[in-house]
């Protein structure tokens, strides 16, 4: 019913930059709050960063505030994560995630995820 579709990772050295991308497709009329998670390998999920679909307020993981940008378009039901100044650390798996309960979404509860896009960031 709902479909996350994530794009932009790569592989970038330490201190570059990439800008991820989620195309959404969710209905109009039914508002959901986007969001990504990340899980590096062998490690549990860990939460990036969020944003309301309908709204501006934003929330980070402290391991990126300063660093990373989460925005959204919802003309174009997309969401983008840009991320500067990347670490080793933030090699990981990047999922898309999409849910109706702001709160619940940041402590790891949503209601659609993406496949992920690989993000490797070597020294």
């Known amino acids: 019913q709902v479909q996350l579709v994530e794009s932009g990772g790569g592989l970038v050295q330490a201190g570059g930059s990439l800008r991820l991308s989620c195309a959404a497709s969710i209905r109009t009329l039914t508002n959901y709050h986007m969001g990504w998670f990340r899980q590096a390998p062998g490690k549990e999920r860990e939460f990036v960063a969020a944003i309301h679909w309908i709204g501006s307020s934003t929330y980070y993981a402290d391991s990126v505030k300063g660093r990373f940008t989460i925005s959204r378009d919802n003309a174009k039901n997309t969401v983008y994560l840009q991320m500067n100044t990347l670490k080793p650390e933030d090699t990981a798996v990047y999922y898309c995630?999409?849910?109706?309960?702001?709160?619940?979404?940041?402590?790891?509860?949503?209601?659609?995820w993406g496949q992920g896009t690989q993000v490797t960031i070597s020294s």
């Open positions: 995630i999409a849910g109706r309960n702001w709160a619940a979404m940041k402590g790891g509860s949503y209601d659609y």
